[in-house]
């Protein structure tokens, strides 16, 4: 995570999303406001809206979280009364968009976390998953402030069923974290920490990351390709670096009825307005590449194309 | 439980806490109440504070909560502006008090649940550890209407650290709870689900359990016996018949100065305050017989009849 961490900068958490729970309770009360990148994962939507939060949703780009409208976002956001208490941001890889966020951006929002006193869970769940073998610096490496909690998890390196995944933050804070979750949990799964401690010890999860890394970068490109040859010119997407999805964009297309259409061809994926807070992003839609093979890859963009000429 | 149960009317939690907390999340608004057993378990209160809940106490003795008080702590508190959303009850060998609620009393405590439509809690951690041989119906058992949410777990007859419990009750009320744990921490660790399930399907719980109860049993009667040889003449407590622990009240005594001069001592001890949403219970002190040997028991209960002397 780029700095040396104390034990009590750190907490075990039932996956990250409970992370985000945790943190919820700890600093919302109900109708607060989180700053969320549009678009964003609609799981921590979820648990956010679990724990009375609204939303301001700031835009992002190929390079992810666009920074630079940060100010305007929570001035204005102030004025209509909303009381902020932090922002969040999957800075590698983002779900869905599979942007990462730029060094420079990294350092901004900092900066403007600083300025307007605000805190900034950076969720990292995609960060190893680096299919060019670049990383850029944490967050939470460049603060000095205590105002970023970091957030990762074994989910997506080793099983998501292991339910193991650990925040690292400001020492009060996590201990305020830790006290919330005796009265939800009172420990993560100790069988299941056991069995990742020993798995990583062995080294199974050194010898693991390389080849699954080899693994989903494959099926990667074949969507890359598959997407190139089969959809539509006008599609819009960015080629992720990392991670798990594509973010593509049919300008004008409602992303709903064509979800029916292409389940009845046989192939599904995410429509865009899940990942907005307002339900926005109509044209917008996610696919996954991790679970099926090259052949079913190109096969599923082939039904996909056939469903967008349908409609 | 006393009578077959749907899988849609069934969850695993990460723990029984868990089932306290998503219950807690779905059925309370802030500031709404729960009636709780005085004494009762401090997890739960803890759970219960956490989503905002305010408490009613009803009292107890040997045969648990006295449920024909109900009706006029209801309809008191509802005149008070109390919005009571469920009784909470600890049915066998009660946290902290050792009772087991009786057959009469469960079939009652439904009746008055049924009449003034409320929820029952009804937490069963100890259930399998009775050191008789007596096992009382469950009011799930004996409930039409989806009126009563049963919870049990693996923490006390396998290990608390597994973090699988389970809860049953309405499959509506169910589908919520899931969709709120979605929230949270989307499931419960499969890892351990599958180690739990596997160390059940080949016997071995069924094997372990009449040793770990043989092996409490007799711990138990150590500190029974102890106890009547060294405390003080005016100890007033009922020999538990299962789960794990004593009740002692000594009228009179602050069991919080008391517990100081114990842990000089070495001996320890929750003190009563803990037991009760309002911090009652000062005369009463916890005693927990599952860790300590028969010898370390009897040397305890003269450290503790030492510190009472010189309190």
Not at 156 to 163: D, E, M, Q
Request: charged content about 20%; hydrophobic content about 40%; overall charge neutral.
């Amino acid at each position: 995570m780029g700095r040396v961490t104390d034990p009590s900068e750190m907490l075990i958490t039932t996956g990250s999303q409970e992370g985000m729970d945790l943190l919820c309770s700890v600093l919302l009360n109900d109708g607060d406001t989180i700053i969320v990148e549009g678009p964003t994962y609609p799981g921590a939507l979820h648990a956010m809206r679990n724990r009375g939060a609204r939303f301001l949703t700031a835009p992002c780009d190929k390079d992810g979280l666009i920074v630079e409208n940060l100010p305007a976002i929570i001035e204005q956001g102030r004025k209509d009364g909303h009381k902020i208490k932090f922002i969040y941001s999957i800075v590698n890889f983002q779900n869905p968009s599979g942007a990462t966020l730029s060094t420079e951006r990294r350092k901004k929002l900092l900066e403007i976390a600083e300025q307007y006193d605000l805190i900034i869970f950076e969720d990292d769940p995609y960060g190893h998953l680096s299919y060019t073998g670049e990383h850029k610096p944490t967050i939470f490496s460049m603060d000095k402030n205590g105002r970023v909690v970091y957030a990762c998890s074994f989910s997506k390196i080793l099983a998501p069923g292991t339910r193991v995944a650990w925040i690292v933050g400001d020492a009060t804070l996590m201990r305020k974290i830790a006290m919330v979750k005796q009265g939800t949990n009172l420990c993560t799964s100790v069988v299941a920490q056991a069995l990742v401690y020993e798995y990583c010890r062995l080294g199974h999860l050194d010898g693991f990351l390389p080849k699954i890394v080899a693994h989903y970068a494959k099926k990667s490109a074949a969507m890359d390709e598959a997407f190139k040859k089969h959809l539509p010119a006008n599609t819009i997407y960015h080629t992720p670096e990392g991670g798990f999805f594509y973010w593509l964009q049919i300008p004008g297309i409602d992303s709903n009825a064509l979800f029916m259409k292409a389940v009845e061809k046989g192939v599904a994926f995410v429509t865009g307005p899940a990942f907005y807070p307002d339900a926005t992003g109509k044209d917008f839609m996610r696919t996954c590449f991790t679970f099926a093979q090259p052949n079913e890859i190109e096969e599923g963009a082939k039904r996909l194309a056939a469903a967008i000429k349908e409609l």
